[in-house]
């Protein structure tokens, strides 16, 4: 591996008896990248094979071949880091575990282009730039605005490419508290309903038909009832747009103060939906066990679960 004009030139020698597919090839030798980066390199005319420029990433090698492999160095981004407190739960040399709080938006969008976690990360951690995409760095999943609890970030190329892996695998657990206006069909159980983007309104998504929208899978189980409410705790197999919401909506238990996908008329004082991610447990790069991280339930929560306590 030698610098070359800013950017850096890798080279390999491929030595397998059989062969095999130029991307997965890289991928594997090269796991500071992600394949999809890798694939990204190859069909910018960015790899060569024996001095031949290669652009289709299923290209087959053959035992002796030489491949050189130019990696640009990261886009500048035109992120303003900002010095906005952030709540860390955990942080080491490749990642930080945020607890989110509700009404702060993860990574700038059209309407919110400052105020974002990304500008609040980029000041705590500047060595991050870049890291996982220009506009999103270290962003490895997301929670809406108006959700609060445990976000990941990464702060390495390394570390976001692992932790996007656990995520696809789905060898992690998250688990959330949500409060729910009335009560699911049975005290626990799963849902598997497909999520897409609703046909009728563009900036909302929608349980659709099988094969129309994207796999998602909810468990859920009863943790109190009340007389019009119930506390769940919900355990996210998959990560879908708003899938808790439109999965509780599904069974008829929307989430309380859900003002998308649940009542127009809020059944408890509270100012955003009752939603958070309490609990994640996933093996961290470099560690062989796996560790859980808790964050606890805000204020403004809190104070709705003791009025219904007060209520009973």
């Not at 992120?79 to 955990?90: G, K, M, N, T, Y």
Request: hydrophobic content about 40%.
């Amino acid at each position: 591996m030698r610098p070359l004009n800013n950017e850096i030139e890798v080279i390999f020698r491929f030595d397998e008896e059989e062969s095999e597919r130029l991307d997965k090839f890289l991928a594997r030798s090269h796991t500071e990248l992600s394949r999809s980066r890798i694939q990204a390199l190859i069909e910018g005319g960015l790899v060569t094979v024996d001095d031949k420029v290669i652009t289709k990433t299923g290209y087959a090698l053959e035992r002796g071949q030489q491949v050189n492999m130019r990696v640009p160095a990261p886009e500048p981004s035109n992120l303003i880091p900002e010095s906005i407190p952030l709540d860390v739960i955990f942080e080491n040399d490749d990642l930080l575990v945020i607890n989110k709080p509700a009404g702060m938006v993860v990574h700038p969008a059209a309407g919110h282009s400052s105020g974002t976690v990304v500008h609040a990360a980029l000041a705590h951690a500047p060595e991050m730039e870049g890291v996982g995409g220009v506009q999103r760095p270290g962003i490895v999943h997301r929670l809406d605005k108006d959700t609060s609890g445990l976000l990941l970030i990464a702060k390495n190329d390394k570390a976001h490419q692992w932790l996007q892996s656990r995520f696809k695998q789905r060898s992690l657990k998250k688990v959330y508290l949500a409060l729910v206006d009335g009560a699911p069909p049975t005290p626990s159980g799963r849902i598997e309903a497909p999520i897409g983007r609703d046909p009728a309104h563009r900036k909302q998504m929608a349980i659709l038909p099988p094969g129309k929208g994207r796999e998602a899978f909810t468990e859920y189980r009863t943790l109190e009832s009340f007389e019009k409410h119930t506390l769940l705790e919900v355990n996210l197999l998959t990560g879908r747009t708003h899938q808790i919401r439109l999965h509780m909506a599904f069974l008829g238990c929307p989430i309380v103060g859900d003002g998308i996908y649940g009542h127009r008329k809020v059944s408890l004082p509270i100012r955003r939906q009752f939603l958070h991610a309490q609990r994640l447990t996933i093996q961290l790069p470099g560690e062989k066990s796996q560790r859980t991280f808790e964050a606890p339930l805000p204020a403004d929560l809190q104070k709705v679960l003791d009025l219904l306590h007060a209520e009973r």
